[in-house]
């Protein structure tokens, strides 16, 4: 039986900010972008909030909400831009922390981390203890308030880490897992999103119970492998993909991907394309640099109504050069763009494998060509900067769209 | 009796029991498991003169086939071929009768045995082409040998649908077959007069390059010659009384000759059991995913190796007679066991670049076809 600790810090980012600003302690902060006086009023910037207070969230405001309805919602919320180099600091201050505890633990993001802790009762003492002095040493040394979920699994301590919060600690005795997440609905099920939610409540579905009632074969029948690694999931235990591999056994990055949000929405398909193509060229470029080839290339469009469409395509063999990815990119924007205005686009790069691999015998040399021509690019990159060397195609791109749209 | 008549009248044959059987195994390999068409998973039986003809499809391909009958009344009827086959198989040899009753039932009747099956009416059932004229006639054994030689080399990759069959070339005095995958491309050309007077060509797919394996491997006969013929969008194999069908593939299959290595010069010829009991050795401790290994060739020697960090690592070496210059190319272990598997016993000639170029393997034996493979290396 293992031991597993799900940490995650409360509001990261706004509880940061109130380290250097302790005024703002219990105000409604948002983090995301400054607000600007325009013609006698306060305008949101465009883009979306990283990070919600508490008091903030009374007010329905959420992370990735867009930060002009975070307005709308509370006016008088103080919204910040956000400093990412702080962040960073004490999200390396709370990985000591973890570090000090177990050896085996795994950063999901800058602010949630699993802790293998089986087998540390002689040095911490029973999970419940150890967790309690976890959250306490955290709070001594960063002066950060955090949630602790433990269980036997992953997927549990995320769930009673997710029921802790705030400034909580939650323990699930073995046996008991399958209790604790029965009332509770589907979505929170690691895994579950949008659209499985969708399918299931279709079969009447609404309670993690419902889930567990179907059974796995009706459950693989309808959604395959998933569906059998849901099944698992209902009783508490780690099933599919990530939650296959052991803490600390995944260290390599899962997808690369880069996206931008319009200064003004737009439908013109040159400047889109223009985009994916800059798009394309920072994803492999970041590829290169950490080694990896990926095998899947995923659009992200999101329209001016807030309708998000992600379309993805398999290549034959893995890659890390721009023009495949822009290729696929592109054909994946015309089969699935229906014309009307775009306010962000995203390529993401996943399916990443360290191995260059096997090489192409129909159009080896082409490649070869590509290949000693990008590392020149990003030679000089290394030096001046990204758009220090661009493809034609990416030339008239906007990512960076104050820039571009004053030449406009 | 009037009734009784009526019914007699749709549909009644008697067959013999192993040629039945004969004829259904056709048609397994061409029917959908898992369709969406339920109609597909059926056979067409069709019961005219004194044989019954037998059909089935899943669209992309189609096979036809005849088995001598008595029949009593002429008619058609579809039903699932996979059940038809299984129960059929499982009956006493000697005469079988299939009587077509109202409602699409099928009664079969042998010696005491008796079933009805749920059958389909034909009319839902596709209709295929007819066999057009004949192009070529090609060698029955040679054609089977040669898929058998090129086969393992098509692409699976759905994407890269032009690699998803062979090319079929038939000139005047040869006949060649090469399929790729992108990374390695097997070719095999023989001499043979096929009845052309210029060149054809024409991708075949890898279901129906299956089935003639299958259809070409049932013929006893290994001097008998299959009829070859095309339309705008299908190719036709007939062979003894069988025909296959299928859907032509579209789009421009590469130009294989410009891969084919002209530099090689690092040549080295070893037993094809050597190198294959090496290599399957060695890439037990290759990267499970990948199947890299190494081959190393100095002067009298062969080594490969392997290594992974999961598994551990291995290698061997082999005596060779090679005074040239030293090089060491990464492949794709099973790439290079297919290809020795496919060219049968004897000796391998194996010739090398360098570490970024093709490798090129062919049969070391003079008497032997022109066949070579051609393989891309692996960066390791």
């Given at each position: 039986m293992s031991t597993i600790f799900l940490v995650d810090m409360d509001a990261f980012f706004v509880s940061v900010e109130e380290l250097y600003?302790?005024?703002?302690?219990?105000k409604p902060v948002v983090v995301g972008g400054e607000l600007e006086w325009r013609e006698g009023r306060w305008v949101a910037p465009r883009g979306v909030a990283a990070a919600a207070s508490y008091a903030a969230r009374r007010y329905g405001i959420h992370s990735a909400m867009p930060l002009a309805q975070a307005l709308r919602l509370c006016p008088q919320a103080v919204f910040l831009p956000g400093h990412h180099d702080r962040y960073r600091e004490h999200s390396e201050k709370i990985q000591e922390i973890f570090g000090s505890f177990t050896p085996r633990f795994e950063m999901v993001s800058v602010d949630e981390g699993y802790l293998d802790m089986t087998g540390t009762e002689r040095l911490w003492g029973q999970p419940l203890k150890a967790a309690a002095l976890l959250h306490e040493r955290v709070r001594c040394q960063t002066g950060l308030p955090c949630s602790i979920g433990v269980a036997g699994s992953r997927l549990v301590a995320k769930v009673a880490c997710e029921l802790a919060k705030p400034n909580g600690v939650l323990a699930v005795v073995p046996g008991q897992e399958a209790r604790l997440l029965a009332p509770l609905p589907v979505r929170r099920i690691p895994g579950i999103g949008k659209t499985t939610e969708k399918r299931l409540r279709q079969l009447g579905v609404k309670t993690v119970a419902d889930l567990a009632a179907i059974g796995g074969g009706m459950l693989e029948e309808v959604f395959g492998a998933s569906g059998a690694a849901m099944f698992r999931k209902t009783a508490g235990e780690d099933a599919g993909g990530w939650y296959d591999t052991a803490v600390g056994e995944a260290e390599d990055a899962k997808s690369i991907s880069h996206e931008t949000t319009f200064d003004i929405d737009t439908a013109d398909g040159q400047k889109l394309q223009a985009t994916l193509s800059e798009l394309s060229q920072m994803v492999a470029h970041r590829l290169r640099e950490q080694n990896f080839f990926a095998r899947t290339v995923t659009l992200k469009l999101r329209y001016s109504d807030f309708r998000t469409i992600t379309r993805a395509q398999t290549l034959p063999a893995p890659t890390d050069l721009d023009g495949d990815l822009f290729r696929t990119a592109m054909a994946l924007f015309t089969a699935h763009w229906n014309g009307s205005a775009v306010r962000l686009v995203g390529v993401r790069a996943s399916g990443l494998e360290r191995r260059p691999g096997q090489m192409d015998l129909l159009d080896g040399e082409r490649r070869q060509k590509w290949h000693k021509a990008l590392e020149a690019a990003d030679r000089v990159r290394g030096r001046f900067g990204f758009d220090a060397v661009q493809l034609a195609g990416g030339?008239?791109?906007?990512?960076?769209?104050k820039s571009t749209t004053g030449e406009e | 009796m009037g009734t009784l008549a009526k019914s007699m009248s749709q549909m009644e044959f008697t067959v013999n029991q192993a040629d039945l059987v004969k004829e259904l195994g056709l048609s397994q390999g061409v029917v959908?498991?898992?369709?969406?068409?339920?109609?597909?998973?059926n056979v067409l039986i069709e019961a005219r003169g004194e044989a019954i003809e037998l059909t089935s499809t899943d669209l992309e391909i189609g096979v036809r086939s005849a088995c001598p009958a008595k029949v009593s009344a002429e008619g058609s009827v579809t039903v699932p071929a996979k059940k038809l086959l299984d129960y059929v198989r499982l009956l006493e040899s000697g005469e079988v009768t299939v009587r077509l009753q109202e409602n699409f039932w099928v009664q079969i009747t042998a010696k005491r045995a008796r079933t009805r099956m749920v059958g389909m009416s034909r009319e839902n059932f596709p209709v295929l082409p007819q066999m057009p004229d004949v192009v070529a006639h090609l060698g029955a054994g040679m054609l089977l040998d040669m898929i058998g030689k090129v086969i393992f080399a098509v692409s699976s990759e759905e994407s890269r649908y032009t690699l998803n069959g062979a090319l079929l070339v038939v000139r005047p005095d040869s006949v060649i077959m090469v399929a790729t995958d992108g990374h390695r491309l097997a070719y095999v050309e023989a001499p043979y007069q096929a009845g052309v007077s210029s060149e054809v060509r024409a991708l075949v797919g890898k279901k129906a390059m299956g089935e003639l394996i299958r259809l070409l491997s049932q013929q006893e006969d290994p001097n008998s010659i299959l009829d070859f013929g095309r339309d705008e969008s299908h190719l036709f194999f007939r062979t003894g009384g069988r025909l296959l069908i299928s859907r032509l593939l579209s789009g421009q299959f590469p130009n294989y000759e410009a891969v084919i290595p002209k530099e090689n010069n690092r040549v080295v010829v070893l037993d094809r059991d050597a190198v294959a009991g090496a290599l399957r050795r060695v890439s037990q401790?290759?990267?499970?995913?990948?199947?890299a290994v190494k081959l190393q060739l100095a002067t009298g020697e062969l080594k490969v190796s392997s290594s992974s960090s999961e598994s551990g690592e291995s290698e061997e070496t082999l005596e060779a007679q090679y005074e040239g210059d030293a090089v060491q190319v990464g492949f794709n272990s099973q790439y290079l066991l297919d290809f020795l598997a496919a060219m049968g016993t004897g000796p391998v000639r194996l010739e090398f670049k360098d570490e970024q170029s093709a490798g090129q393997l062919c049969p070391a034996?003079?008497?032997?076809?022109?066949y070579r493979y051609i393989v891309m290396p692996m960066r390791i």
């Open positions: 600003d302790p005024s703002l302690k219990g030339m008239a791109g906007s990512r960076k769209p | 959908e498991k898992k369709t969406t068409i339920p109609i597909l998973s401790f290759a990267d499970e995913r990948s199947h034996g003079a008497d032997a076809p022109q």
